[in-house]
């Protein structure tokens, strides 16, 4: 109460206008507040304020055994969940010095990059809608709509699959896994350029993104910024170039790179991340080796040995880091989840100031937050 | 770069540090007052390089507090994992990196929010997750919440 | 001509007659007044409700979906049930607002989208007044809705709503500009403000044909400078809703909401008939100068068809621009009507006074 009451004597002192974006509004994608002075239309400053939908993810890890986290890692960023598993899994399985079966690790793969190309789907539709382009969710979502049916079929659920668990997979894939991605693939290679038709190439939507909230290569690497907004500054932060994990190894592609680092690049490098998603797919379902052995060897009670451990993942938003602590027990004595969201929000401010409410909410989007991420 | 040459030119920053063994990175335990001057030099060396500070945690160690940096070049990608331990719990109190790795604020202010670390110069150190007036310091390990946490 | 064999003025005459020759003068007047305003209410109704559900058919129909097509026959009574749920919703007062011009504020938007009509001849003798000023006249009252958008801003006490009536305010009175002198280039070529003169001035032909490159510049002009008049997407600013989240209707709720709602498409309709009555034609049926068979099979379709036909394909226009742009920022809005539409205006009147004084158009 104190605090409420401070920013009101503030008010009648120097005249601002100080609106609170959130933590119900259409833009922020969940429940974030932004606290925006404004003169005229113009961004003074802006301080974000999170918390809103902290869950303690990070203290329930504590009382938890390896395989349950696993659960709790969907609801991070869940529109990268399958990444999540992935991250907390690879570092049981380091821990534990488990080599997982080759298919394991394509079929990871795979499911990563499908879950990337769903996850800037919908960061496409939402980046659309706070343009003002409503017609872009529609063309999102119904592309998307084809990835969840993959996953449904394998992974038997749609947004958050808890699929991947140390030592391998929850259970086998669907035999026709690999047939109905290539037919994606090939469907999806169609509509892209639809994408690119309603949006990227209109003109209202060039002028609003380019050269918008400029962010510098030091910018980003000093607040941390990773994933596919820190790549259209230069940033060259891609976890599957830097720490190859899983098949990425195995395979070559292209780090989507740029060095203007305005909002309309930012746009672009995920557009790009999108094509270059399907060919890293072809490559790895080429390479995929037959079979059905979809799980390491595991006790039935995982333990890790003392010591510390830390993996990083590239998510569909940027880097996720787990840190696990661990004292020989059956739960972790500390986890700490570094997330992607959490750090790329803070950078708002240094962003948007000076800018119009309008450019606030194309560069908000531009980052891709997923709230849940930010405050676990 | 590797984890001997690092250690080599470590040693030559920070006489006083001391190493651990980690499969991973190499881990430097440094005094917390020597932590600011350390890290800028870690920064600014020129075959060193360490500007990307990818993440910052906190851990309760019974006794003591640590707070743990980890810290990569975006330029050579070597890897170091620096460790602060803080004078028992009562007080604990850390420099704050924020001039250096201004991700370091945020993840500072989470720190404090839940571990109670009070970084010293730091600008803004609010609690970031909780509200103002929450009491204690969740990830601590005494923490006691008796409605929310099912002890087991 | 053909067309006139579905002349309306001997009826609407007839009833004008009968009403005076049964009550005395005073009361025929009042009879009459009452009369048209409960049609023009009803059309109103009806035209708006079935302008959301064209919206939302449209909508469905660029987004890859079906629509509406619950309620009665593919939906067609769906915004009637939406109407209904909104009359019987609780109108929220707000504790700190300006309680007088916080309600107030729907009305005047309302009738000001609803005192437009009156001038706009649906078919041959069908309008209620036939000024002689008629374009101007629907210019002049169409544009009091602004002061409503901006009482209801100011008046809600929240801070969304006033930037957004703010926005509006700026954007109609700067676009006002490009909607009056794109019509002054058909009104330069017809030489009246009467729109009934004006259609009958098009009989041997639509002026968007016969006034060639102005008019059709004008034309474009006009719906770009008219949808932002009517507040719609991509000038949707007043009420962006991933900005304001709604702009200066946040606050309302219930039927007060639903006049705001209203509004903004009878609005759209005003801005359709306009633009269909001065440089499609109105009522009048296509007409090919020579094409003496074509000219008689045309006018065997009603007016009133050809009216509402045209105003259907400027409203669809219209719609197919908001589902397809993204929303501009407000100082793009405003470069846009001071850098390009206004500039663009001044030189095209300059040149269609050069045009009528050479007599270079169709006549």
Redesign the interface.
């Known amino acids: 109460m ?2 409420e009451k401070k920013v009101i004597v503030e008010l009648d002192e120097n005249p601002e ?1 100080i ?1 609170n974006m959130g933590p119900q ?3 922020t994608h969940g429940v974030l507040r932004f606290e925006v002075s ?1 003169q005229g ?1 113009t961004v003074k400053y802006l301080i974000p304020h ?2 809103y939908i ?1 869950r ?1 993810i ?2 329930m890890c504590e ?1 938890l055994t390896y395989p349950q986290i696993i659960h709790l890692t969907d609801r991070l960023d869940y529109l990268s969940a399958h990444m999540n598993n992935e991250a907390v899994s690879l570092c049981v399985e ?1 821990a534990l010095d488990i080599e997982v079966p080759e298919r394991v690790k394509y079929i990871r793969s795979i499911l990563s990059e499908l879950n990337r190309i769903a996850s800037h789907q919908l960061w496409w539709c939402a980046f ?8 872009c ?3 999102g979502l ?1 592309d998307r709509e084809k990835i969840l049916d993959i996953f449904e079929e394998s992974c038997g659920s749609r947004l958050l699959h808890s699929f991947v668990v140390p030592g391998g997979l929850m259970h086998d894939v669907h035999p026709n896994f690999k047939q109905s991605i290539r037919d994606f693939i090939k469907y999806f290679r169609k509509k892209l350029p639809e994408y690119d038709t ?2 990227t190439g ?1 003109v ?2 060039q ?2 993104t380019r050269d918008l909230g400029i962010m510098s290569k030091e ?1 980003a ?4 910024i ?1 994933g596919p907004s820190a790549r259209a500054s230069g ?3 891609d976890i599957r170039k ?1 720490e190859p994990y899983s098949a990425y190894p195995y395979i070559d592609f292209k780090e989507i790179l740029y060095t203007e680092g305005d909002t309309f690049h930012r746009y672009k490098a995920r557009m790009d991340e999108m094509w270059e998603s399907m060919v890293i797919l072809e490559k790895l379902l080429d390479k995929m080796p037959d079979g059905n052995d979809y799980t390491a060897k595991m006790k039935p009670v995982i333990k890790l040995p003392e ?4 993996q ?1 993942v590239e998510t569909a938003r940027g ?1 996720l ?1 787990v ?1 696990i ?1 661990s004292d020989g027990n059956k739960t972790p ?2 986890l ?1 989840l ?1 997330t992607p969201n ?2 790329n ?3 708002m401010n240094k962003l948007t100031a000076g800018y ?4 606030l ?1 194309a560069i908000s989007g531009s980052l891709d937050l997923v709230i849940p991420d930010i ?2 | 770069m590797e984890q001997e040459q690092l250690k080599e030119k470590i040693v030559a920053l920070l006489p006083e540090a001391e190493f651990m063994t ?4 190499l ?1 430097v335990i440094v005094p917390a007052n020597k932590l600011h001057a350390f890290v800028t030099s870690l920064k600014e060396t020129n075959d060193l390089k360490f ?5 910052l ?1 906190g ?2 160690w019974s006794q003591y507090l640590t707070v ?1 940096y ?1 810290i990569t070049s ?1 330029e050579y ?1 070597h890897s170091i ?1 620096l460790k602060v331990k803080t004078d028992g719990r009562e007080n604990p109190e850390v420099p704050s990196l924020y001039d250096i ?3 370091a ?3 500072e202010r ?1 720190v404090y929010d ?1 571990l109670g670390v009070k970084f010293t110069n730091h600008p803004d150190l609010r ?4 509200e ?1 007036t929450w009491v204690g310091y ?2 601590r390990k005494d923490y006691k919440d008796e409605i929310n ?1 099912i002890e ?1 | 001509m053909g067309y006139q064999k579905y002349d309306l003025a001997p009826l609407t005459h007839s009833i004008d007659q009968y009403l005076y020759s049964h009550l005395s003068s005073t009361w025929a007047f009042l009879a009459e007044m009452t009369l048209i305003g409960v049609v023009f209410l009803i059309f109103y109704a009806v035209i708006g409700l079935y302008l959301v559900l064209a919206e939302r058919k449209v ?1 469905a129909f ?4 079906i629509g509406p097509n619950r309620v009665g026959w593919y939906g067609v009574l769906q915004t009637i049930a939406d109407l209904f749920k909104l009359l019987l919703k609780e109108l929220i007062t707000i504790r700190k607002a300006d309680k007088l011009l916080f309600n107030i504020a729907p009305f005047i938007v309302i009738i000001a989208s609803f005192l437009g009509i009156a001038a706009i001849p649906f078919a041959m003798g069908l309008h209620a007044i036939d000024f002689n000023i008629g374009i101007f006249y629907i210019m002049a009252v169409s544009s009091v809705g602004v002061v409503g958008i901006l009482i209801a801003g100011w008046s809600s006490n929240n ?2 709503s006033l ?1 957004g009536a703010m ?1 509006s305010g700026a954007q109609i009175v700067s676009y006002e500009l490009s909607v009056g002198l794109s019509l002054l280039v058909i009104v330069i070529y017809s030489g009246t403000l009467q729109l009934s003169t004006l259609v009958e001035s098009q009989a041997d032909g639509w002026w968007i044909i016969k006034g060639h490159i102005p008019a059709i510049l004008a034309f474009f002009v006009f719906v770009t400078a008219g949808t932002a008049e009517t507040n719609r ?2 000038f ?2 007043a009420e ?6 709604a702009g200066f209707h946040t606050e309302y709720s219930g039927i007060k909401f639903a006049f705001f709602f209203l509004a903004e498409y009878m609005n759209m309709f005003l801005v359709a008939s306009v633009a269909a009555t001065v440089f499609l034609g109105g009522w009048m049926p296509l007409h090919i100068p020579g094409l003496e068979g074509f000219n008689n099979a045309m006018d065997f379709i009603p007016p009133i068809v050809w009216y509402f036909g045209k105003t259907a394909f400027v409203i669809f226009l219209m719609m197919w621009i908001k ?10 809005l405003l470069n846009l009507e001071w850098k390009y539409l206004l500039p663009i205006n001044l030189v095209n009147i300059v040149v269609v006074a050069l045009i009528v004084l050479m007599g270079w158009y169709i006549k």
């Open positions: 104190s605090e206008y609106i509004h259409p833009s404004l239309e999170c918390g902290h303690g990070e203290k009382s380091k659309g809608m706070d343009l003002g382009g409503l017609t969710f529609f063309y119904r309603l949006l209109n209202i939507f002028n609003r910018t690497i000093s607040y941390g990773t940033f060259a932060c830097v010591g510390e451990y830390f990083r880097e880091g840190y602590v004595y500390r700490k570094r959490f750090s929000l803070f950078v119009k409410i309008a450019d909410v405050d676990r | 980690n499969k991973q990175y881990d500007d990307y500070l990818f993440c945690s851990v309760d743990v980890h975006s990608g994992v790795y201004a991700t604020e945020f993840h989470e839940l609690r970031i997750f909780l103002d969740p990830l946490i087991r | 909508c660029m987004q890859n979906r801070k969304y930037i926005r997407g991509p949707d600013l962006a809703e991933s900005e304001l989240t589902w397809t742009f993204p929303r501009l920022r407000i100082d793009q």
